[in-house]
């Protein structure tokens, strides 16, 4: 028998297997909470926006972009707009209109879903349906579905496109990473599985939703009727009352948001306060390789496991894991730290290699159809049945190191920042002659996006490095600006005239193992 794998398996098990339980608590105080919602809500409210969307005329892979930070309605969307075969766009909400705007406009969607906090800046948004997510302008379409009344039938198909994410990467604009109900639903179920969601867990949504569908734990949890509590901002302190007062379990970030978290437990010590969660919580990170002191530090001062995954939007993400086995519980901290910090190895279902120049391929059920209306971009990452990451690295045994990047980008806090975009930016000033933007290390970010300038003649002694900064903040998302402008007389270059970036990093970098942060 072949049954389609689709993500509505998973909100259909949720609401029959545990109608009553709570599903969602969203975060209070904000305009429209939708407070605790339980399974049987959560699947009404889910089927109310499928009932919403045909009303306005949406069919079948028809596009809705949710631009938001995490929310219950951004869980309902998950599986009111996929769910009915709909495609959902999750957007960045730090990024600033241009880049929206490119992303409906490429994406075609014909609806906007967006937080009050971002809408004014993103009026100017031309698409044919909008929808403030304020519990006033959105409240029919995050109704309940009414008693007796089913949303249009969709012929469940797996190999139809799930979610378009979009990410920055080797090219100056971001690209469409088109995952399948099968991508989706086989990366939650292998998730799932090897951090081993059951129905007691407390899930807090620390990682944003809109990147790669929150790496696929909200599909995972729903199944097994697993608790989500909603986490709007990334604050230390408050990701530390909730693990006290919700019962906190397991969450997911990037290593930024160790960072919070171990700074905020360091505080409440100092106040001789306790640091809740020893022995019960889970926090699985990826995004960046974390230090093995990092490591080290969440596993003795705050005492909760840690758990390292390694993958990209386009492999849905999982494609390595590393969690200590059996093997490792006698292990002093420090060695078992040490171990923790590699990237991992193969989840079920996935298959690594690294190839003669160090990039390291991947092959699973998990990778992506393609890159939405770019076929040519899809080609030059899909090679002979392996997909190539663009990452450097090497194996371990059975380990994946990743030591290295081969595309030019640099991940800050967790995000993707294509270098090309941030040097187009910085052309666009008239003092700027030559550029090369670089990722250098930083102690908060993990990485920080610094930009070398060759100035124009003329501007030498009267433009600064905050000119330059400021010229960026007026074009881009504010965390892809530079953080630091370096002025130089020339920048390296091959006979063929190309950068050598590796040249320039060099310095930055200098005494450490790995070329990545
Ligand atoms: P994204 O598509 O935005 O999720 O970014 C994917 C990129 O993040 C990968 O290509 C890696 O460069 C980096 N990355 C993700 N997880 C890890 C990890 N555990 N260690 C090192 N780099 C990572």
Redesign the pocket.
Known sequence: MHVPLTISDFIERGALVFPERVAVVDEPDVPGSLGRLSYRELAERARGLALGLDGLGLGRADRVAVVSPNSARFLISFFGVSGSGRILVPVNFRLNASEVGYIIEHSGAEVLLVDPEVAAALAGIRVRHRFLLDGVEDADLFAPAPVGREPNSWEPDEDATCSINY??GTTARPKGVELTHRNCTLNAIAFGWHTTVTDRDVLLHTLPMF??NGWGMPYAATGMGARHVVQRKIDGESILERVASEGITIMCGAPAVIAAILGAAEKRRQAGREVPGRDTVRLV?????PPSSVIERVETELGWELI???????TS?LLTINRAPLEWDGLEPTARARNLSR??VPAIGVRMAVDEEGEVLARSNHVFAGYWNQPEESAKVLVDGWFH???GGRLDGAFVV?AD?K?D?I?TG???VSSIEVEDALYSHPAVAEVAVIGVPDDKWGETVKALVVLRAEFVGSVEPETLIEHCRGLLAHFKCPTSVEFRQELPRTATGKLQKFKLRQPYWEGRERL?N
């Open positions: 990410t920055s990147h790669c990170v990826a995004g960046a390789p390292q995954i390694y993958g990209l939007t386009e993400p990237a991992g990451t663009g990452d990743i990047r595309k980008v991940i967790g995000e993707n990545v």
